[in-house]
């Protein structure tokens, strides 16, 4: 017999809703146990890039 879902996709989206009316961009949502973690962009640390990294993509940017 199939094991039940615990998470719901309705519960999920009843969490990325509630982010986003608390005004936050959501980035990412994870699912951790029996729990929906939701991240946002601020929560995300920023990608450390070297000068040339930074330089084609700003050229790429076009």
Do not use: H, N
């Amino acid at each position: 017999m199939a094991r039940r879902q615990i998470i719901t996709q309705a519960a999920i989206a009843r969490a990325v809703k509630g982010a986003q009316a608390a005004g936050l961009k959501v980035s990412r949502v994870e699912i951790e146990g029996g729990r929906v973690v939701v991240y946002s962009s601020s929560d995300m640390r920023p990608e450390t890039t070297s000068d040339f990294d930074a330089w084609r993509a700003k050229r790429d940017a076009r």
